[in-house]
């Protein structure tokens, strides 16, 4: 991608290849339907639940949403149909170092190949005009797809808007649990927001090998937007480190898997972290997710929250550039740069800064 970054500052036992079993859970909240296009206004219950989760974790899962299951069957169905496509097909819209978009099976996350492929696209300018014209050129490229598969393209167009509201929605909540007015933050995605939708496509490796080795779909990382919506199907990998250990997200049929990004991080002054995650390469089946990476406008500036600074919680940060941050990580991704760029040299304290 990635909108990912590095584990810098993390223990030693985050790079393990051990995974530790445990009882505690990802927190698992209930959004009374509020999320349906006519659900209910979120209760300040809700708004609390959310804070706690990202306070704690930087991770949830969100049931009883009220998205339509058809949003999630129809999206998971054409990734199927689509990574199934010959390879020669989706080499076709492989993505390049002067566009983050399209297909690829080379991703790296920190420098280690990732054992998957994708498949990304994201926010179009002017969607009245082609993918490829200039005024769709956007710092991450622009948007393109497998020939003759329009079917594609057109359910996970009708999904990303869908994501896109659901993400608008969390935002608003978010804002509430900060004690905020819920449309605090929106002035830095309306009208230009970021976003991009990747597909993963994990492919299954022998039980003889992952016993041998523990084997990494995608390599520990944190998310660099400002949240991330995931959906992912019946088969666990996820795992996100918390309290010194590995916790596997246990699939829900039907759940969204939330987390915080960097950007979220850098706004709330740490209040909310953006947590270390990986994914273990399924043994013996295939796996599929879907995140869906809510990004600010390129041109806005991240600095710590007034409500998230105090005494005890000095500012953080310096002030940072989402267009900046992204398209210097996104070199990162495509190859081998070296260290990586990441929030922590934002960071007031760091000596290079
Ligand atoms: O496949 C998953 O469940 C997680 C994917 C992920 O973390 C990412 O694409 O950044
Ligand atoms: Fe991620």
């Keep these: 991608m990635c909108a990912t970054d590095s584990a810098v500052g993390q223990s030693a036992a985050a790079h393990s290849n051990t ?5 505690i859970q990802v927190p698992v909240i209930d959004a009374g339907s509020c999320f349906a296009p006519d659900g209910p206004q979120p209760s300040a219950e809700l708004s609390r639940q959310i804070r706690e989760a ?9 049931i009883n949403h009220g998205v339509s299951p058809a949003y999630l069957q129809r999206q998971h169905e054409a ?38 492929e994708g498949f990304d696209f994201g926010h179009k300018p002017h969607p009245e005009l082609p ?28 999904y990303y808007e869908e994501m896109a509201r659901v993400s608008f929605r ?30 993963n496509y994990y492919p299954p490796v022998s039980a003889q090998q992952a016993q041998q080795q523990l084997k990494l779909g995608i390599n520990p990382h944190k998310d660099a937007g400002f949240l991330t919506v995931l959906v992912q199907d019946d088969v666990p990998g996820l ?27 850098v706004l709330t002054n740490d209040k909310f972290n953006a947590p270390l995650h990986r994914v273990v390469a399924p043994a013996g089946r295939e796996r599929y997710s879907a995140p869906f990476f809510f ?59």
């Design 19 to 23: 995974t530790t079993t445990s009882s």
């Design 170 to 199: 969390l935002l608003e909540i978010m804002c509430m649990g900060l004690g905020l007015p819920p449309t605090a933050l929106h002035h830095f995605f309306q009208g230009a927001h970021t976003s991009f939708l990747r597909l």
């Design 239 to 265: 795992q996100v480190y918390h309290d010194r250990q590995w916790h596997t997200v246990q699939p829900i049929p039907g759940a969204f898997v939330i987390n915080v990004g960097d950007m979220c991080q």
């Design 79 to 116: 990734s199927g149909t689509f990574f199934s496509l010959p390879l020669d097909l989706k080499l076709q819209c492989k993505r390049s170092a002067d566009n983050a978009r399209g297909y690829f099976n080379d991703e790296l996350t920190k420098q280690v190949l990732d054992l998957k």
């Design 295 to 353: 990004n600010p406008a390129y041109a806005a500036n991240h600095e710590s929250l007034e409500c998230c600074i105090d005494t005890d919680h000095p500012r953080a940060y310096r002030t940072l550039n989402w267009g900046d941050f992204r398209s210097k990580r996104f070199q990162g991704d495509y190859a081998d740069v070296g260290e990586e760029v990441q929030i922590e040299h934002y960071r007031l304290s760091d000596p290079s800064g």
């Design 131 to 158: 993918d490829d014209h200039p005024h769709n050129r956007t710092l991450d490229g622009c948007n393109r797809w497998p020939g003759g598969q329009d079917d594609f393209k057109a359910i996970m167009t009708e």
């Design 54 to 62: 990202c306070e704690q974790w930087g991770f949830f899962q969100l």
